[in-house]
């Protein structure tokens, strides 16, 4: 038996030498995959804080939040500058409705690329509400009738611009959320 031993002693010695790397090696494989695990489940987390933000801004851009409490009737009012001024106060009204929206969305700490869809749609919105407020203010300056359709349509476009423009970042911001959903499941 005594010369099997010495025959194969540089080989029994180097498998147990395998075995002994293997078996010292094992609990640093295991922390490499909790490692690996954890990393995973962050990113899942930071992805879904990013889906849910995208998601409260979808819901604070919804039409309603708009036009509550800033909707103006269209009128026949007897007194053409009181009418003028109260077109004009909408106006102003609206425009600081949509700083109180963008003061919501600040809150929420949307993403980067959900913030820039989000400042274009205000930016378009503010250069259109400038644009009816200095429409308005010329039409009555020029003595438009205040029962025409021109003053109907002064009053109303605001609210098609917003409605327009708040469905078309509602629409950008669920495709971004789609693509974080996509994120997410392949992680």
């Known amino acids: 038996m005594g010369d099997w031993i010495e025959k194969y ?20 494989w295991k922390q490499v995959e909790l490692m690996k695990t954890q990393t995973s489940e962050l990113i899942r987390e930071r992805l879904a804080a990013r889906y849910r933000t995208i998601r409260k801004a979808i819901k604070v851009l919804e039409f309603n939040q708009w036009v509550e409490g800033h909707r103006v009737p269209p009128g026949t009012p007897e007194d053409k500058d009181a009418f003028v001024e109260e077109m004009l106060e909408a106006f102003r009204n609206r425009k600081r409705r949509v700083d109180e929206i963008a003061e919501r969305l600040a809150k929420i700490s949307v993403p980067a690329e959900a913030k820039v869809i989000v400042d274009a749609t205000f930016a378009e919105l503010r250069m259109r509400l ?3 407020e200095k429409y308005t203010a010329a039409a009555g300056e020029e003595g438009y009738p205040h029962t025409s359709a021109v ?4 009053a109303q476009q605001p609210d098609l611009d917003a409605e327009f423009l708040f469905a078309k970042a509602r629409a950008e911001l669920a495709e971004l959320q789609d693509k974080i959903f996509e994120e997410i499941v392949a992680e």
């Open 9 to 28: 002693q540089t080989l029994i010695s180097a498998v147990l030498a395998i075995a002994g790397v293997w078996w010292a090696a094992r609990p640093s």
């Open 151 to 154: 003053w109907y349509g002064c």
């Open 130 to 132: 400038d644009r009816m």
